[in-house]
């Protein structure tokens, strides 16, 4: 019992400090890569949910707490979001218990967590192409708050991560995105940080509630998961973000397809049509977009 524990505690430390890597290099990917890796080392989806959440509500408090006292953070627009996504994320975490009336919880929050993978690698290359499209961005941005909508990313992303801890640094982030095509870069991340935070205790407590935590699994994946994510940061000027980010909606696309059932050869099929294909068509459409946008620019001149 005793070398399976410590088996069981190693796999989680090394695989949290990869994804702590990622996490810092990139400012995405948390729950997205965490709890798919943990279910693929053998760990219960309800325990892999539970654990990751407790453990990215301890890690993501350090950058918060940054940029808050920074002033990063939109606090008019954490507040909406706030609203919104900590009783969803309570609700979320909760409507676990209605799933044994479906049969077996851990097969459906697993199909549950294939499809938000899905939906998160789309949104994934939705930011790219934000990132692309999008002229330069100065000013605080976000200035003017849109309320309601505001309130319905908290409300969709907040049951999301309540029910499968992904979305909160993906799905939300693009939302805030594309609501708020102003806010810079830096208001974006920090914005997203403190919203995650009562967010993501609001999941975790849901989550202790209704399932507890393995501390076997906690432990190593908050040892592995804080330095990586320093380590990642201090690595991110160095390493190429869209090499990254294509990677990571590569791995995103694969896991939720596993995680849904499909067979392993079209599994890798797919993915094989991806690595081949997948720069080509991007370089296609970025060249694309960047001629478009050139040929406006010089047309506003004349």
Same mark, same amino acid.
């Given at each position: 019992?005793?070398?399976?524990?410590?088996?069981? @505690?190693?796999?989680?430390?090394?695989?949290?400090?990869?994804?702590?890597?990622?996490?810092?290099?990139?400012?995405?990917?948390? /729950?997205?890569?965490?709890?798919?890796?943990? =279910?693929?080392?053998?760990?219960?989806?309800?325990?892999?949910?539970?654990?990751?959440?407790?453990?990215?509500?301890?890690?993501?408090?350090?950058?918060?707490?940054?940029?808050?006292? #920074?002033? @990063?953070?939109?606090? $008019?627009?954490? @507040?909406? &979001?706030?609203?919104?996504?900590?009783?969803?994320?309570? =609700?979320?975490?909760?409507?676990? !218990?209605?799933?044994?009336?479906? /049969?077996?919880?851990? #097969?459906?929050?697993?199909?549950?967590?294939?499809?938000?993978?899905?939906?998160?690698?789309?949104?994934?290359?939705?930011?790219?192409?934000?990132?692309?499209? *999008?002229?330069?961005?100065?000013? *605080?941005?976000?200035?003017?708050?849109?309320?309601?909508?505001?309130?319905?990313?908290?409300?969709?992303?907040?049951?999301?991560?309540?029910?499968?801890?992904?979305?909160?640094?993906?799905?939300?982030?693009?939302?805030?995105?594309?609501?708020?095509?102003?806010?810079?870069?830096?208001?974006?991340?920090?914005?997203?940080?403190? *919203?995650?935070?009562? &967010?993501?205790?609001?999941?975790?407590?849901?989550?202790?509630?209704? #399932?507890?935590?393995?501390?076997?699994?906690?432990?190593?994946?908050?040892? /592995?998961?804080?330095?990586?994510?320093?380590?990642?940061? !201090?690595?991110?000027?160095?390493?190429?973000?869209?090499?990254?980010? $294509?990677? =990571?909606?590569?791995?995103?696309?694969?896991?939720?397809?596993? &995680?849904?059932?499909?067979?392993?050869?079209?599994?890798?099929? =797919? /993915?094989?049509?991806?690595?081949?294909?997948?720069?080509?068509?991007?370089?296609?459409?970025?060249?694309?977009?960047?001629?478009?946008?050139?040929?406006?620019?010089?047309?506003?001149?004349?």
């Amino acid at each position: 019992m005793g070398d399976l524990f410590t088996t069981a @505690a190693l796999g989680v430390l090394v695989v949290s400090f990869g994804v702590g890597i990622v996490v810092g290099l990139t400012g995405m990917g948390g /729950g997205a890569l965490m709890t798919p890796a943990l =279910i693929f080392l053998g760990i219960p989806p309800t325990a892999a949910v539970a654990n990751d959440l407790v453990a990215s509500a301890v890690n993501r408090s350090v950058g918060a707490a940054v940029h808050w006292r #920074s002033g @990063a953070a939109n606090l $008019r627009l954490v @507040a909406w &979001l706030v609203a919104g996504s900590v009783p969803a994320a309570l =609700i979320g975490a909760f409507s676990l !218990k209605f799933l044994d009336a479906l /049969g077996d919880p851990e #097969s459906w929050l697993k199909l549950a967590i294939g499809a938000t993978l899905l939906v998160a690698a789309a949104t994934y290359l939705v930011r790219m192409y934000l990132n692309v499209v *999008q002229r330069p961005r100065g000013g *605080q941005g976000g200035s003017v708050v849109r309320p309601v909508p505001t309130l319905l990313i908290g409300v969709v992303g907040g049951l999301l991560v309540g029910l499968t801890s992904v979305g909160s640094g993906s799905l939300m982030m693009v939302a805030l995105l594309l609501l708020y095509p102003a806010l810079t870069a830096r208001r974006l991340v920090g914005t997203d940080l403190v *919203q995650a935070i009562p &967010l993501m205790v609001a999941a975790a407590v849901g989550h202790v509630i209704v #399932s507890g935590v393995d501390w076997a699994v906690l432990i190593p994946l908050i040892v /592995g998961g804080t330095p990586g994510t320093y380590l990642g940061a !201090k690595l991110a000027a160095r390493v190429p973000q869209g090499v990254i980010r $294509r990677g =990571i909606v590569l791995v995103l696309t694969l896991t939720g397809l596993t &995680l849904l059932g499909v067979p392993p050869g079209w599994v890798g099929v =797919i /993915g094989a049509a991806l690595v081949i294909l997948g720069p080509v068509a991007w370089s296609i459409l970025r060249d694309q977009t960047v001629a478009r946008r050139h040929g406006t620019r010089s047309d506003d001149d004349t």
